[in-house]
C-alpha cells in the first residue's frame, strides 16, 4: 500500500499542513471547570509533531447551557482561555497546526452525574428528540447572542495564535438542531420547510465567524447528515437536496467542509460511489475532509458500548484521495490511543498498529 500522496503538503489561505492527516476533534472530558489542563496541553502536543493539522475537542461557547458536562473545555473566560494558549504554544513549539473547535450543545440529555447546566438546553424548538421536549426553544435574543458568542470564540482563537478555526455543525448539536427538520419546527426566519432555510442559522454562524477573523484565516465547519439521535436521518437525500444545504453556508466564508460519516466509505447518494466529503467538493469547490473509521475495522459508536476494532488497510482511502475526492483525512481513535499513528503509516510499520478499545477513552495519553 503506497501512501506517499498522504503525505503531501497542504496549502489553503495562512494554512500550511506538512500532511494530510487531521486529528479529528474528540471530546475528552478532562477540563474540569472548563479549564484545559496541563496534562490536556501535553495529549495535544505529543500528536503535534505527527499530524498535519490537529482539530481540538468540541470547545463550548459563551451561552449559559452552551455545555452538557463540567469537565468539557470552555472557549470563554480569562482561565479556559489561558489553558487554550498553554495548548497553541505547547502544539506550535512541538512543529503542529492546530484549530479549536467550537461548540454549542443545543437541546441535550442531562450528563450522566446529574450535573445540569446553570440554564435550561436551549435549542431552534426545545427538542431533544423529534416529539420530545427537553429544553427551551430559544428567543431571537438568544439566537442574536449565541452568534455573537461564536464570533468571539473565533476572535478568540486567532488572537491566541491558532492556525484556523471549526465550527461544530454536525451530529447533533446546535446548528445541527436548527438543520435537522425533525427538532426545528420554528415559522420564524430560522425555520422553514426546505434546507436551504434552515441553513440560515449556521449561516450566520459562519457569517460572524469570518467577520471575527478576516478573509485570510481558515474557516471549518464539520457536518454531517447522520445524528446519534438516529443514524438514519438523511438531511440531503439527493445531491440537489445537499447543494441548496451547502451553498449559504459556502457563500457565508467556509473554506473548508469536515463532513462527518461514521465508515468513510459509504457512498452518499444511489448511482454513484462519491462519499459525503466527495459530494461536498464537487458540489462547493471548496475543499473538504473526509472522516470515519480511517484505518479501523469497526466505528465510533460502537466503540463507545465497548467494541474493539482491528487495524485496517488505508488501500480505498488513497483511491479515493488520488481520485480527488477530498483534500484531507480525520483520524480520531487511531490517534487518540497511539500519537504515532500517522508516522508509523507514514514509515509502513503496520505490524507495530494495535486495536483500539474502550480503555483507551479512559487515559489522557
Ligand atoms: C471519544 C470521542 C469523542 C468525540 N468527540 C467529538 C467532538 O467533540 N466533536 C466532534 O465533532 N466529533 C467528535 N467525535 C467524533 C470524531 O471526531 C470522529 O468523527 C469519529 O471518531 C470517527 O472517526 P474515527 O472512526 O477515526 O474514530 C468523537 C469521537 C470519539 C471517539
Not at 30 to 44: I, Q, R
Request: hydrophobic share 40%; net charge neutral.
Amino acid at each position: 500500500m503506497n501512501v506517499d500522496a498522504l503525505f503531501r503538503p497542504f496549502s489553503l489561505k495562512s494554512l500550511n499542513l506538512k500532511n494530510r492527516f487531521v486529528m479529528a476533534p474528540m471530546t475528552r472530558s478532562f477540563s474540569p471547570a472548563g479549564v484545559p489542563t496541563p496534562e490536556v496541553a501535553a495529549y495535544y502536543r505529543r500528536r503535534a509533531g505527527e499530524v498535519g493539522l490537529i482539530i481540538s475537542e468540541g470547545t463550548v461557547v459563551d451561552r449559559p447551557a452552551s455545555s452538557n458536562d463540567p469537565d468539557v473545555p470552555h472557549f470563554y473566560g480569562e482561565q479556559s482561555l489561558a489553558g487554550w494558549k498553554r495548548v497553541i504554544d505547547g502544539v506550535h513549539e512541538a512543529g503542529g497546526v492546530m484549530a479549536p473547535q467550537i461548540w454549542h450543545v443545543g437541546v441535550m440529555r442531562p450528563h450522566e452525574s446529574g450535573w445540569l447546566p446553570s440554564a435550561p438546553f436551549e435549542g431552534p424548538s426545545g427538542f431533544v428528540v423529534p416529539g420530545e421536549s427537553g429544553g427551551v426553544a430559544m428567543s431571537g435574543a438568544d439566537i442574536a447572542d449565541t452568534i455573537a458568542a461564536f464570533g468571539r470564540a473565533a476572535a478568540d482563537a486567532k488572537r491566541l495564535g491558532f492556525d484556523a478555526v471549526e465550527v461544530h455543525g454536525a451530529h447533533g448539536y446546535l446548528i445541527d438542531q436548527f438543520f435537522w427538520a425533525g427538532l426545528n419546527k420554528r415559522t420564524d426566519r430560522y425555520g422553514g420547510a426546505s434546507l436551504a432555510e434552515r441553513s440560515r442559522f449556521g449561516a450566520e454562524v459562519v457569517k460572524a465567524v469570518r467577520a471575527a477573523v478576516g478573509e485570510a484565516f481558515p474557516v471549518i465547519l464539520r457536518l454531517s447528515q447522520w445524528k446519534p439521535q438516529d443514524f438514519a436521518v438523511k438531511l440531503a437525500k439527493t445531491p440537489e437536496e445537499l447543494a441548496s444545504w451547502l451553498t449559504p453556508l459556502s457563500d457565508a466564508g467556509v473554506d473548508i467542509f469536515h463532513c462527518s460519516q461514521r465508515r468513510f466509505w459509504q457512498p452518499e447518494f444511489e448511482g454513484s460511489d462519491l462519499n459525503l466529503a466527495g459530494w461536498a467538493k464537487k458540489l462547493t469547490g471548496k475543499a473538504t475532509i473526509t472522516v470515519g473509521s480511517v484505518g479501523l475495522s469497526g466505528e465510533f459508536i460502537a466503540a463507545f458500548q465497548g467494541e474493539s476494532s482491528h487495524p485496517s488497510p488505508l488501500d480505498d482511502l488513497v483511491r479515493r484521495f488520488e481520485r480527488g475526492d477530498f483534500d484531507l483525512v480525520a483520524v480520531g481513535r487511531a490517534l487518540l490511543s497511539d500519537p504515532q499513528w500517522v508516522t508509523k503509516i507514514r514509515d509502513g510499520r503496520s505490524e507495530q498498529l494495535h486495536d483500539f478499545t474502550r480503555a483507551a477513552l479512559a487515559t489522557l495519553w
